[in-house]
């Protein structure tokens, strides 16, 4: 043991103090992207419309309001205009898809057109223009009623159709 005289120092040999460090906690940390494969369904689809030019509407095949909706636009387009595809297949799925709605969407009649489609209020009215008389006229006017009207009265039709119309157990097919 060592003895030291009062006022005097004695230099003592510690290790190095580590400096102190901070305590963080991790909320969150970000992911790498995920690769997604993602398709273009309008390239994936424009088979649809190689040798045929004619738009499809796309119908809810189980509901009864809708399958008599496809029944009226076949008796009114004596040219044959206009083809049909339930929803729930696999060709109305991808043309969903194509028209940026997501594959189980049944919510909504849609008209799909080469370069375009319709959904809601707007695919009917342009149903319209397709099939005979009066029905083009009839939809230009309606034009002119506001699209946030338009669209609230077939939301409201589309939420009860099964309450007020029914659905039946399968799919009619309508071909030309």
Known sequence: MASV???SYVRLNLPPIAPARRRTR????????????????????????EKDSRPIML???????????????????KNRTIRYEALQSEAGKNLLRRSGRAPDDISSVVL????????????????????????????????????????????????????IFGRSESCEIYYD
Do not use: H
Request: glycine content about 4%.
């Open 59 to 77: 119908f809810d095949g189980v509901c009864n309001l809708c399958n008599g909706g496809v029944r009226f636009v076949r008796d009114n387009d």
């Open 112 to 163: 799909v057109e080469k370069n375009r489609s319709y959904i809601k209020s707007a695919a009917v009215l342009k149903i319209m223009e397709y099939i005979d008389l009066p029905f083009p006229q009839l939809a230009f006017f309606l034009q002119f009623v506001p699209l946030f009207i338009k669209d609230f009265v077939y939301d409201n039709v589309a939420n009860n159709r099964y309450t």
């Open 5 to 7: 005289a009062p006022g």
């Open 26 to 49: 991790v909320f969150a940390t970000v992911s790498p992207p995920k690769k997604t494969v993602t398709m273009d369904w309008v390239e994936a689809t424009n088979s649809f419309f």
